[in-house]
């Protein structure tokens, strides 16, 4: 009895490898039964706790962009930052897919000032300046210092630097990331939303509370299907022509074609009751 779950856990193990061998010797026609993957996966508490696999794929994008890219050139960064996530090794970027939704928000909104919550690699805020007005600037909250230095160095490459500045924290810190942002009251035209997906919500009412959105800022929010932000979707849905106007963009997760997502594009109307002090 006592070795029934070991031949399980030894079936399930050898299960999942026989299909990752016959996915690679088949051309890989199931882009998500790759070991990168599946690594990716496995990564689940350090992912959440250091926003990084683990496995030093995120270092590994930086020197493969610095070496492979002529320098100053954004639109073949971005190509080279999708190949390598789509052929070497799996990256939690915004993706082709969505990037595309996301710059058509950015083309729509014609934003001057952009905030975004999580900049992994770098990848979604060159995708964001790059749709954005010339003379736009893009501020990126990041909790993991080593994401921010990739991303900088990728941007730097990129001849971005000067657009877009990586701030080192989180919206929850009690007040430190909120203070070194200080944003103006309405300056904040685009939000992209796309770090840790509970955060959504709180991180949102917390910008709402700053005074920094203004009727028209739009906020686009990632994964809101997979991991899924629930209590997000349930608060734009709960406020649709009061508080927010918003667009529902059917897509699939980054990188394949199997898993759907779902990508919110939210237009403010204003109205928006000012929290008491200290409410997150
Ligand atoms: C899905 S990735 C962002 C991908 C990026 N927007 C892109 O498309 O290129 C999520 C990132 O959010 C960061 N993160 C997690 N929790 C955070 C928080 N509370 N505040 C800011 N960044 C956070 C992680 O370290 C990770 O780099």
Redesign the pocket.
């Known amino acids: 009895m006592r070795t029934r779950p070991v031949a399980v856990a030894a079936f399930g193990a050898a299960f999942v490898g026989a299909a990752v061998v016959a996915n690679r010797l088949a051309g890989k026609p199931v882009p998500f039964l790759r070991w990168s993957v599946l690594r990716f996966l496995l990564s689940g508490r350090r ?2 706790r ?3 696999v683990g496995d030093g794929r995120e270092e590994a994008l930086a020197r493969h962009v610095l070496a492979t890219v002529p320098a100053g050139d954004v639109d073949a960064t971005i190509a080279a ?1 999708d190949d390598f996530a789509r052929h070497t090794s799996f ?5 082709d897919e ?2 595309v939704i ?1 710059e058509d928000a950015v083309r729509r909104a014609r934003p001057k000032v952009l905030l ?12 964001a300046v790059r749709a954005a007005p010339p003379d736009a600037r893009l501020y ?5 210092p080593a ?1 921010a230095d990739v ?1 900088r160095r990728v941007w730097a490459h990129a001849g971005m630097a000067d657009r877009i500045t990586a701030v080192v ?4 810190d009690g007040g430190r ?1 909120l203070d070194a942002l200080g944003f103006g009251s309405g300056t904040v035209d685009f939000v ?1 939303l ?3 997906k509970s ?1 959504y919500l709180p ?1 949102l009412r917390s910008i709402l509370g700053a005074g920094w959105l203004h009727p028209g800022s739009v906020v686009v929010a ?2 809101v299907r997979i991991p899924g932000a629930p209590d997000y979707l349930a608060y734009m849905r709960g406020h649709e022509g009061t508080l927010w106007r918003t667009t529902e963009h059917h897509a699939h997760v ?1 990188y394949q074609r199997l898993l759907p997502d779902l990508v919110l594009e939210s237009s403010c109307l204003g109205g928006h009751p000012t929290p008491p002090a200290g409410a997150g």
């Open positions: 992912l959440l250091e926003g990084r930052i990256l939690m970027n915004v993706g969505k990037g996301l975004e919550l999580g900049a992994y690699c770098g990848y979604s805020a060159l995708r990126s909250v990041e909790i993991s994401n991303a924290g989180s919206i929850d990331t992209f796309d770090h840790l955060a991180d990632d994964n980054e």
